[in-house]
């Protein structure tokens, strides 16, 4: 259960503030400390990209098992290289929801587990908070309000940020999320897992204008998003040519399909900022790493005047540093959670 707690807290006398935070939603078992919020100590992920390859995507009961297996190391390797002991720390910060059940309840676990050994306040996170908290990371001067359009292997939302946790939604996928999109045409064309950065590197030597797939409008609902239309006509194409014995130029293909995620995520985007005024716009989550996203929405904001925000690569995808983030501002708020505090899997974005 969560509560509100008006606390020692450590910013009352502006001391520093660190928060050692814990991730494991899916397939990166990671750890990180965060000092006020903004200053990454260290960012230790371990990635299980390796392990799922075998299998073409994330498997669940694995991804639990070797969270179990690696997370104490994480953990440790993310305080020494920080250079800050346990009891140096303020609070314990974790993803609870949404993601994986079993990967999830890894990492709440631990929290849980270390919070009341070393006596520090718990504070659960979201997930997707996480991911468009990344953005403060980099960005000393970026501060709510502001549009974010998170694009990530499970969501696709188009946000108002009203302040540090709290989100206003526009729009959201109806289907699959983009991340999604990419892997399911990643698999389909033969660039394995993960498929984003493989369509990425690979639509690099294509052209996006060589194919024009369908794209999707929802009537009624301007800032939502559909792309299992559009991943059903890849699908459809390919077929189509494989039963006429023609040869798939796998570069125009992603370069095409790409083009068509990406028309559809900065348009609805800069619309957004446009039509609810204003003037800064963040990206957050794996695809936001996309460098034809990247190109896309920095021309679109240049033309409307609008400052874009993204965080680096290694920040978009799951980490820790990001949960630190968040877990800072919630904890600033006075966010407490208690040892009942569960994985929730289908956690809602504004959801506590
Ligand atoms: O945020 P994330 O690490 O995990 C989730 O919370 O889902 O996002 C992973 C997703 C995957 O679908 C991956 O293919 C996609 O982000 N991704 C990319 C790129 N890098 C990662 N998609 C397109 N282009 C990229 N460069
Ligand atoms: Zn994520």
């Not at 750890?31 to 799922?52: C, T």
């Not at 709440?108 to 659960?124: D, F, H, Q, R, T």
């Not at 009203?162 to 990419?182: H, Q, S």
Request: charged share 20%.
């Amino acid at each position: 259960m969560e509560e509100k707690i008006i606390s020692q807290d450590c910013q009352r006398n502006g001391e520093r503030c660190r928060i050692l935070a814990i991730e494991s939603s899916c397939d990166e078992t990671a750890a990180a400390v965060v000092e006020n919020g903004r200053k990454v100590l260290s960012n230790i992920i371990s990635s299980q990209i390796a392990l799922h390859t075998l299998y073409g995507g994330v498997v669940p009961e694995l991804a639990s098992r070797k969270h179990i297996e690696k997370i104490n190391q994480v953990i440790e390797a993310a305080l020494s290289e920080a250079g800050v002991s346990l009891e140096e720390v303020d609070a314990i910060g974790v993803t609870y929801g949404p993601g994986l059940v079993g990967a999830l309840l890894v990492g709440v676990a631990e929290a849980k587990a270390i919070a009341y050994a070393a006596k520090k306040p718990l504070i659960g996170v979201h997930h997707i908070e996480g991911h468009v908290s990344a953005n403060f990371i980099e960005h000393p001067d970026l501060e709510p309000p502001f549009i974010c359009l998170i694009v990530s292997g499970g969501h696709t939302h188009l946000v108002i940020v009203k302040d540090y946790g709290e989100f206003e939604i526009l729009g959201r996928t109806r289907d699959d999320a983009a991340g999604e999109a990419f892997d399911k045409v990643a698999r389909a064309v033969g660039l394995g897992y993960p498929g984003g950065p493989k369509v990425d590197k690979v639509a690099k030597e294509g052209n996006p204008h060589a194919v024009e797939f369908p794209r999707a409008k929802i009537e009624g609902s301007p800032y939502d998003f559909s792309f299992s239309g559009l991943k059903s006509a890849v699908l459809n194409y390919i077929n189509h040519a494989n039963m006429m014995g023609q040869e798939i130029c796998v570069p125009d293909l992603a370069a095409s399909f790409q083009n068509a995620v990406v028309e559809a995520l900065v348009s609805r985007a800069v619309m957004a900022a446009k039509e609810y005024g204003y003037s800064k716009l963040a990206m957050a989550g794996g695809v936001a790493s996309n460098s034809a996203l990247r190109a896309g929405m920095r021309e679109a904001c240049e033309k409307a005047g609008i400052s874009l925000y993204y965080p680096s690569p290694i920040l978009c995808t799951d980490n820790a540093a990001m949960i630190g983030a968040a877990a800072y501002y919630e904890y600033k708020k006075g966010t407490r959670h208690g040892w009942d505090l569960n994985a929730v899997p289908n956690l809602k974005l504004g959801e506590r």
